[in-house]
């Protein structure tokens, strides 16, 4: 089975500061794979550059065979890659529904006119928006507060709101940048079990995390850079046993 994800040689530039620098990976489907690294390894730009946020230097990034290179965020969405953010990022002047309503939409056939107009075909389909917005925040446990505003949830279910939003755009692939992130122990564990189950729904997981127990216990496959560069790659035992990765880690030779 072909990768759903090729990573090719890819390189970005900030003036003179190398962020990224020749990484290559691949991704297959049905993986939950984890990039690991100390502060400042290039791990959330890499995310940027797959997403669209950021345009590479060079190097080339394929998604079920079709390049990414050059693709707007909401195109790259639509093709089916879909992403939270390190910082939470939602919509505050938004109810909790209204915020996986948005990333429903990103599935809508009707226009602005046809909503203006409250034409018959836009309210039939912004009913069924709302029913599978309602689903997504079953699926992680929001679906009581569906109504509330969406700063008014604690942290960590911002966190589980953000996931919900994405899964809402019915991605192939979904990209989270430091879901676990200011989680208490409790809230990792409901996150693992969460992840577990979209990749059980035929969603493939990519990962940036901190938190090396939780990767150890959770990713089939970690890619472990270390100032911009793949240092090491494989499964979490001999990640763990790489010579590379421990003196990246702890500053020293092992």
Known sequence: MPPILEVKNLRKEFGGLMAVFDVSFDVQPGEIVAIIGPNGAGKTT????????????RGDIRFDGQSLIG????????????????????FGNMT???????????QATYGLI?????????????????????????????????EEPA????FGRQRLLEIARALATVPH?????EAGSGLNHSEKAE?????????????TVLLVEHDIPFVMSLADHIIVLDYGQKIAE?????????????????????
């Open 46 to 57: 890499i995310f940027n550059l797959l997403s669209g946020v950021l345009p590479p230097t």
């Open 173 to 177: 692939l979904l990209l989270l940048d």
């Open 151 to 154: 700063l008014s949830l604690p």
């Open 96 to 106: 909790v529904m209204e915020n996986v309503m948005v990333g429903c939409h990103q």
């Open 114 to 146: 046809d909503a203006a107009f409250r034409l018959p075909h836009a309210r039939r389909e912004e009913h069924h928006i709302r029913e599978r917005a309602l689903a997504q925040l079953a699926h992680v446990g929001l679906e009581s507060h569906a």
């Open 234 to 254: 494989g499964t979490p035992d001999q990640v763990q046993a790489d010579e590379r990765v421990i003196a990246a880690y702890l500053g020293q030779e092992a």
């Open 71 to 90: 693709l707007k965020p909401h195109v790259i969405t639509g093709l089916g890659l879909a992403r939270t953010f390190q910082s939470v990022q939602l």
């Open 191 to 203: 996150l693992e079990q969460l992840i577990r189950v979209i990749r059980a729904g035929g969603v």
